[in-house]
């Protein structure tokens, strides 16, 4: 048996020693099945799609892809976080700390951060206004990493809500 391709996107069907056996059987099935096959299943979306685009006002071309965000990590000077600066902070403390936030999304914008905080022995963090998640700032790993995740839905004066994602990572 020569090798055979799908209706559709003629994918080419596996074959082992020349004969469509068993597992070459099955794995046929999979792809050519007049209703439930991948080659149907991933036709009938490409076509249900191409009608919805242009209702929505668009045409799809190309390939769907993704993109991965990577962006510094800034280090916080002195103890203000500026949430116009990026979406990743990191500081290394060696006494007594007190944040504060500046420049939090304006009415209408939310925005992630996430700010990993590295203390010495018995240093302490202080947090301006946060929802924390269990009702209460959690306390500083003394000596060590911890990392936190805040979220701030846009307005004055704006309200961030914050947890404490994980604890003593050095």
Known sequence: MADVTTTNYSW???EIDGSADTWGTKINTVFTTATTGLDAIVYAIDVTAAAALPVAGGTMTGLLTTEVVREALDVIAAGEID??????FTKTIDENT??????LPGAGV????SVRITAGLGDTVTWPTVQWHNGSAPVQTSGGTDLYVLYCEGGAP?????????EDVS
Do not use: H, K
């Open 12 to 14: 080419v069907l596996p």
């Open 83 to 88: 949430w116009d600066t990026g979406n990743m």
């Open 98 to 103: 007190t944040f504060t936030f500046a420049n």
């Open 110 to 113: 939310g925005q992630y951060i």
């Open 158 to 166: 704006g309200t961030v809500y914050g947890a404490r994602c994980l």
